[in-house]
Nanobody
Framework: QVQLVESGGGGVQTGESLRLSCAAS????????MAWYRQAPGERREPVATITDDGTTDYFRGVKGRFTISSDNAAKTWYLQMNSLKPEDTAVYYC?????????????????WGQGTQVTVSS
């Protein structure tokens, strides 16, 4: 079983920064793509940033230049550094990982999700 555990959310003022972390644990798995998504109240969950296992990054919807995704592949941990936060960044942030799980009898490719962490930016 693979688990993703997030940390680092909280409440900040406009212009301040937060750093989110996501740690993957379990046995016999390989991560191919790590990502951060967010979901604001009444809205659909949307991608924020992605990073592949070779370090290629991509950013979505107005966060480029303010947010930075990075990873420590050996530690199976990835991060989202969020600078110059705005009230519209307020949401529950979820980490996800596309990975391959190797069990005794099969190989399974799937996407796993963290539990979500609240980020609130006040004006």
């Amino acid at each position: 079983q693979v688990q993703l555990v997030e940390s680092g959310g909280g409440g900040v003022q406009t212009g301040e920064s937060l750093r989110l972390s996501c740690a993957a644990s379990g046995s016999a798995f390989t991560i191919h793509l790590m990502a951060w998504y967010r979901q604001a109240p009444g809205e659909r969950r949307e991608p924020v940033a992605t990073i592949t296992d070779d370090g290629t990054t991509d950013y979505f919807r107005g966060v480029k230049g303010r947010f930075t995704i990075s990873s420590d592949n050996a530690a199976k941990t990835w991060y989202l550094q969020m600078n110059s936060l705005k009230p519209e960044d307020t949401a529950v942030y979820y980490c996800s990982a596309d990975l391959t799980v190797h069990t005794a009898t099969q190989i399974v490719n799937d996407r796993f999700w963290g539990q979500g962490t609240q980020v609130t930016v006040s004006s």
